[in-house]
């Protein structure tokens, strides 16, 4: 129930007003006196009283609990904050001489060119270049590049960076002069906030039914944050007709989820699917947002600073649309006004994709931003 609180005058004042109406004689309360004295400390107490009982109110439910106390809060129900994630994607390395072979190890640290944010450089043995026997993967003699994929070595939003931000390679690699990113990575994540937390635990009640979609969308979800999603009922992959078979597409937030990743999200749906109901479990296909633009700043502003903003953010924007978003044309223009607020005067000859047209996103497709040329 609502709890009506007063502060520190208030209680004095009201303390003050019944004495005086219960006295009999006249009673000093002025400024200095014994009596205000013990009104005010009596006030005191009461208002430290009353600030642990709003605290233990505010820890006592879900909607009012914050941070830890929220945490123990779910916990006694099996529910916990998801973790911040570790922003990912791919690096290519260089060299200017291509004489000889040269060798990028795993674990190979790359940075942005300030060295606040580092990459390690990951185990991948898809990677056609990636060789067990010397641990890494080479760069064979005659050709300039190879590239890899690496992980933040801290999670969260700050590893986030544009295409172009990774820079630096932190340790010497003998042969290999240079490192770049041509695409942006933005699916690192803060750990989940106390009102997505709140969210999701309504959504998780609502699941517990389990058989239905609800828990199944709440399943997918709750693996990791930074997944998006679709569901199709009664069809196959390939658009047939299939009673009683549903398949979910499932991204990471990379655009291209491991098989790793999509075994987890097949075993969370597994625990929650209907009997006797098949399912598949399979990764977007990726579609290329390319777009080109002609921005003209506002006087006092740098154009070179205003477009690298702007194309941050529109990486930022096509690369959390999720799956079978579709990308509107109109907001490659609205992203790029309010990339640097009263920047920009003017945005022309936007073209996506060679087109002025939306670029629609099916159920099986999750855009990522290609190649952004601001002029």
Known sequence: MALSSKDFNTLTGEIVTNIQGFATTLVDLTVGSVLLAVVEA?????????????????????????????????ADYGFYRLAATYANGFVT????????????????????????????????????????????????????????????LVSGTAANVIAGGISSIAQAI?????????????????????????????????????????????????????????????????????????????????????????????AAIEAVRPIGIRYGVFGPADLTANITMTIVVAPGYVHGTVATTVLAALETYINTLGVGASLPYTMIASTAYNAVPGAISNVASVLLNGAANDLPATNQQVIRAGTITIS
């Open 42 to 74: 009596t006030s005191a107490v009461v208002m430290w009283l009353q600030g642990l009982i709003l605290a233990l109110l505010a820890t006592t439910r879900a909607a009012t609990s914050t941070g830890s106390d929220l945490d123990s809060w779910a």
């Open 93 to 152: 390395f260089s060299r200017f001489t291509p004489t000889q072979q040269a060798v990028i190890p795993v674990g190979a640290v790359v940075q942005t060119s300030d060295g606040t944010q580092q990459y390690s450089v990951n185990l991948d043995t898809s990677n056609p270049a990636y060789n067990a026997g010397l641990g890494g993967y080479v760069i064979v003699a005659g050709a300039t590049s190879v590239t890899v994929s690496v992980t933040a």
């Open 174 to 266: 003998s042969g290999v002069d240079t490192v770049s990113n041509a695409q942006a990575l933005t699916n690192g994540e803060a750990i989940e906030t106390d009102a997505a937390f709140r969210s999701r635990f309504v959504a998780y009640i609502a699941s517990l039914s389990k058989a239905t979609l609800a828990a199944i969308k709440f399943a997918i979800t709750s693996l990791q944050q930074g997944v998006s999603y679709s569901i199709t009922e009664n069809k196959q992959k390939n658009g047939q007709t299939d009673n009683g078979y549903f398949y979910a597409i499932v991204d990471d937030g990379t655009g291209d989820p491991s098989d790793t990743f999509i075994t987890s999200e097949t």
